[in-house]
């Protein structure tokens, strides 16, 4: 049984950096994608990035340029640098391990079977 635990969250200026980091304890396949999300009050779940099997990252657009995502798997630790954080970055920020479908690995909550418990990230202007 996997087990995800995040770190790293706090409150922060606009235009300030924090990087949060996700260590992951049991059996982690090597062949799973890695992820975080982000919900915000009264707001859906989204994705913020993710790393696939291969370990290419992807982005979302509204972190494109400021967010990035990397991974130690000796460590069976996922990071998230952020920079250039902005009030709407505020949100609760989950690590997430799922599966892949022929290689492919999506920013879907469907596709996501084990999450952390979430670190808060508050940025105010």
């Known amino acids: 049984q996997v087990q995800l635990v995040e770190s790293g969250g706090g409150s922060v200026q606009s235009g300030g950096s924090l990087r949060l980091s996700c260590a992951a304890s049991g059996y982690v396949y090597s062949r799973t994608c890695m992820a975080w999300f982000r919900q915000a009050p009264g707001k859906e779940r989204e994705g913020v990035a993710l790393i696939d099997i291969y370990g290419s990252a992807t982005h979302a657009d509204t972190v494109k340029g400021r967010f990035t995502i990397s991974q130690d798997n000796a460590k069976n630790t996922l990071y998230l640098q952020m920079n250039s954080l902005k009030p709407e970055d505020t949100a609760m920020y989950y690590c997430?391990?799922?599966?892949?479908?022929?290689?492919?690995?999506?920013?879907?909550?469907?596709?996501?079977?084990?999450w952390g418990q979430g670190t808060q990230v508050t940025v105010s202007s």
């Open positions: 997430a391990a799922g599966r892949q479908y022929g290689g492919i690995c999506a920013m879907s909550v469907a596709r996501f079977d084990y």
